[in-house]
């Protein structure tokens, strides 16, 4: 380990040097861990950091004035739509993915590097329960897709397959994810398909370019961003370790989308059929003003535009349709070729500009004092992923449906979006609508029926509690066996134990024994 005197050269070249300013009031345990956490800060690295993160805050905020003239829409011909394609042409997509899963071709790479500041926990957002019947986190549910789109590619090739799941974490997450995971039997996945890594940590900077103390003995460190994937994969060769297991597509999620559809065989298939090296998943803009990126090209090259980068005029231009001229909404879900990331990883990364966010990042004071500041006070620079889009060869766009596909979560309740509450909807809603596909009916208290979804579909609590586990249908498939032309009350919640066809009593009353976990009764009848 460095010395304190070679650190304190160092941080004096960076200009730096207060950062050692309480090292006279430290014993010799806290004393060694801000050494370490020093010595890997390598001095015109930080200077340039902090240099870089004091410049780009002061920028003006808002549009860039030329952007609305060098802004463009996709070409139709890159952009694939769900809601918007034959039957017989989702089909073949579908029947691609599944192929190139069961080949063992597809990995899922998550990103869960994140604190969840907004949601107001202290551990990774994927253990969140946001309060459905079961109580699965979405870790649970993210590995229960793995284990049932795995299961869908193995019956219709006939053999068995793996889906890997990586997980890049932080320093803030990697230690609870890897024990929570390990409580949790790694919800059934054989753990050696299980790889966590984690991302690199950058120290939060003054607005006149200080690296800022968090305590006495401790930098003010944050994650690089999701876009920190990409040194990530480098420092724990991931790439390699995908070489290894003939991974040749990649699909990249947010941990906290609690709809989001693991290994996508639909996604992955019109990237595949595509030739694509690079895809996003997209949703159509609910309205101009909503704060999410807009997947575009800039001078005819893709890439995501920040809401706050675009006018508001620009943001309500129309197109021919009478739709919105630049709809394509970001839901950070995109794929990658294997030799794309190796391509970025090695060529690419130290091309891409950072980001700043502006946060309120709790400090000590001259004193020594802990303070925790009322408004933002820090910056901290970070990279997106999708700041990647501008080096592929082919770049596609695949827009999906919002209630099936995106509900994130990122605010605590009562928040009127993107909160716990909307995620449990949203998922619950979906499920509702699900089951009456599947020929299911629900009745009130009453006996009375319960209406079907309406269009557009159902936004808050929907009229039943219907919970299907992603072991059981991973898309609303295969429902129709078990829900078909039956009536229930809710709640409803069908998991993998409970998922058996109805057989006859002695009665001749259809039943299904264990189906609602929350009825003092053993035995449950269907209502038919």
């Known amino acids: 380990m460095a010395s304190e005197r070679e650190v304190r050269v160092r941080l004096r070249r960076a200009g730096q040097e207060h950062l050692l300013r309480f090292w006279a009031e430290l014993a010799p345990g806290p004393r060694a861990a801000l050494l370490a956490e020093l010595a890997p800060l390598e001095p015109e690295a930080l200077r340039e950091h902090c240099r870089r993160a004091a410049a780009a805050c002061a920028l003006p905020p808002g549009p860039s004035p030329d952007l609305a003239a060098r802004l463009r829409p996709l070409p139709p011909e890159r952009v694939g739509s769900v809601g918007r394609s034959d039957p017989e042409t989702r089909r073949c997509w579908e029947e691609e993915g599944f192929r190139q899963i069961a080949l063992n071709k597809v990995a899922v790479l998550l990103l869960a590097g994140g604190q969840g500041t907004r949601l107001g926990v202290a551990y990774p957002k994927g253990m969140y329960r946001v309060g459905l019947p079961s109580g699965k986190t979405l870790y649970q549910l993210q590995a229960e897709r793995i284990r049932r789109v795995e299961q869908l590619a193995g019956e219709r090739r006939g053999t068995r397959c793996t889906v890997p799941w990586y997980i890049m974490t932080s320093e803030f997450t990697l230690g609870p994810t890897a024990e929570f995971f390990k409580e949790h039997d790694f919800f059934h996945l054989d753990p050696a398909n299980v790889v966590m890594f984690e991302q690199r940590m950058l120290p939060a900077v003054t607005f006149d370019g200080k690296a800022i103390l968090e305590r006495k003995d401790k930098v003010a460190m944050a994650p690089d961003g999701n876009g920190g994937l990409y040194c990530a994969l480098a420092d724990h060769q991931i790439l ?4 290894r297991r003939g991974v040749e597509f990649v699909h990249v999620y947010c941990v906290d989308n609690i709809l989001v559809r693991l290994a996508d065989p639909a996604f992955i298939g019109f990237c595949v059929l595509r030739g694509a090296d690079c895809g996003a998943k997209v949703v159509e803009k609910a309205y101009p003003e909503e704060p999410v990126g807009v997947v575009c090209q800039v001078d005819g090259v893709p890439q995501v535009v920040e809401y706050s980068e675009i006018s508001p005029e620009t943001a309500r231009l129309r197109a021919s349709d009478g739709g919105l001229l630049y709809n394509a909404g970001n839901i950070c ?29 709790p400090y000590v004071d001259e004193e020594g004092n802990l303070v925790k500041p009322l408004k933002p006070n820090g910056i901290k620079m970070e990279k997106f992923v999708f700041d990647v889009f501008q080096f592929a060869k082919n ?22 979006r993107d909160s716990p509450c909307t995620a449990r909807q949203a998922l619950l809603a979906q499920h509702y609508r699900w089951a009456l596909q599947a020929g299911a009916r629900f009745l009130d208290t009453h006996g009375a029926w319960l209406p079907q979804p309406p269009s557009p579909p159902l936004h808050g609590d929907p009229p039943a509690i219907c919970e299907i586990s992603p072991l059981v249908s991973y898309s609303g498939e295969g429902l129709e066996v078990y829900l078909q032309g039956q009536q229930f009350q809710s709640p409803l919640i069908l998991d993998e134990d409970q998922a058996k066809p109805c057989t006859e009593d002695e009665a001749g009353e259809t039943s299904w024994p264990g189906l609602f976990p929350w009825c003092c009764c053993s035995r449950v009848q269907c209502l038919c």
């Not at 390699?240 to 070489?243: G, L, S």
């Not at 794309?340 to 980001?355: G, I, Y």
């Open 240 to 243: 390699e370790d995908m070489e």
């Open 333 to 361: 879900n995109h794929f990658f070729t294997r030799g794309f990331l190796q391509m970025v990883t090695r060529k690419c990364e130290p091309l891409l500009k950072p980001h700043v966010a502006v946060k309120k990042v």
């Open 395 to 416: 770049f596609v766009a695949f827009e999906v449906l919002r209630e099936e596909e995106f509900s994130p979560l990122k605010n605590a309740d009562p928040a009127s």
